[in-house]
């Protein structure tokens, strides 16, 4: 009964529990449910791409085009002001002192001393906005740098679950096909009892009693 049972199960398309079936709504909600804690990081790496695209293209093709951008928004800060008038001052006493006040000399001095303190302050101008501009392309890195590890994290999340479907599929199919297997080999045996039992009851009898028949007979 149970081996009929079965046979009806394999023709009918029943069977028993399939494991990759059990399994696959589970495995299927899984991207749904992981990909909300990756895609900020994502689409956070992703927009920072083409602003640090442009900026690497621009440095590689005017490098001093940026410098020159950063200057044009120079101005003179407060302590470069009182420097200059500090050490004009110096050297106009300095100057006075040595009996050169008003000479060409002495105005030429009091000149390279302001042209030094304020290339002074340019130049601290330029490293501070540098730094800042520095501090922003690395920050747009590092942004895009989460973003492809969140990337490549999802992806290989979701490959992992791709391979975990696809063995299950496979242990799935191979359980059906062994199970397949053993029904077919059980019908097999099961016919060839019914042919060996068919041949005992209606095949030819022996011939020892007819011998023994006409032994008598003569």
Do not use: W
């Amino acid at each position: 009964m149970g081996f009929l049972s079965d046979l009806g199960k394999f023709f009918g398309g029943g069977g028993g529990s399939d494991p990759s079936k059990a399994a696959e709504p589970y495995l299927s909600a899984i991207p749904g449910e992981i990909k909300p804690y990756y895609e900020p990081y994502f689409q956070a790496g992703t927009a920072e791409l083409p602003q640090l695209q442009s900026q690497y293209a621009s440095l590689m093709g005017d490098p001093t085009a940026l410098i020159n951008h950063i200057m044009s928004g120079y101005q003179e800060s407060p302590g470069a002001k009182y420097n200059i008038s500090q050490g004009i001052d110096a050297a106009n006493r300095a100057a006075a002192a040595g009996g050169m006040a008003g000479t060409p000399e002495s105005q030429a001095s009091a000149m390279q001393v302001a042209q030094g303190l304020s290339a002074q302050d340019q130049q601290q101008y330029l490293q501070n906005a540098l730094g800042m501009y520095r501090t922003g392309i690395a920050g747009a890195q590092g942004l895009a740098g989460m973003g492809q590890q969140a990337g490549q994290s999802l992806a290989d999340q979701l490959a992992n679950i791709a391979a975990s479907q696809a063995q299950l599929a496979y242990s799935g199919a191979q359980q059906r096909n062994q199970s397949r297997s053993g029904l077919i080999g059980g019908l097999m045996g099961l016919l060839g009892s019914g042919v060996d039992m068919a041949a005992s009851l209606f095949g030819p009898k022996s011939s020892g009693t007819g011998s023994e028949t006409g032994s008598s007979f003569l």
